[in-house]
């Protein structure tokens, strides 16, 4: 079983930039095939960002998100991580990472087995 926890959250100005870090302990973070981080915002649902399916190098965004987030195709290490660039006021929400036990639809989060407690972003217009 592994324990994912989320770093790198923070407030940050319109167009700012954000690092995510999930790093893994208890099992090594490459034998999840999949690795996916979400997000929910104050009053709404939990939502998909983007996900890294490791064995086919697979990355996958959510269409508000696509062209500004980027997660790696290839696991380095034992830490995941999720680069947000040009943040717009929109993004503020808690980040979660999640691990899954077998490939599934990344975009659904009952795919995913294991969660982080999630970090904050705060985006200021």
Known sequence: QVQLVE??????????????????????LSTYPMVGWFRQAPGKEREFVAASVWRDRVTDYAGSVKGRFTVP?????????????????????????AAATRLGLVQISNSYSYWGQGTQVTVSS
Do not use: F, H, W
């Not at 770093?7 to 090594?28: K, N, Y």
């Not at 290839?74 to 006021?89: D, F, V």
């Open 7 to 28: 770093s790198g959250g923070g407030l940050v100005q319109v167009g700012g930039s954000l690092t995510l870090s999930c790093a893994a302990s208890g099992r090594t």
């Open 73 to 97: 195709r290839e696991i380095a290490g034992n830490t995941a991580y999720l680069q947000m660039n040009s943040l717009k006021p929109e993004d503020t929400a808690v980040y979660y990472c």
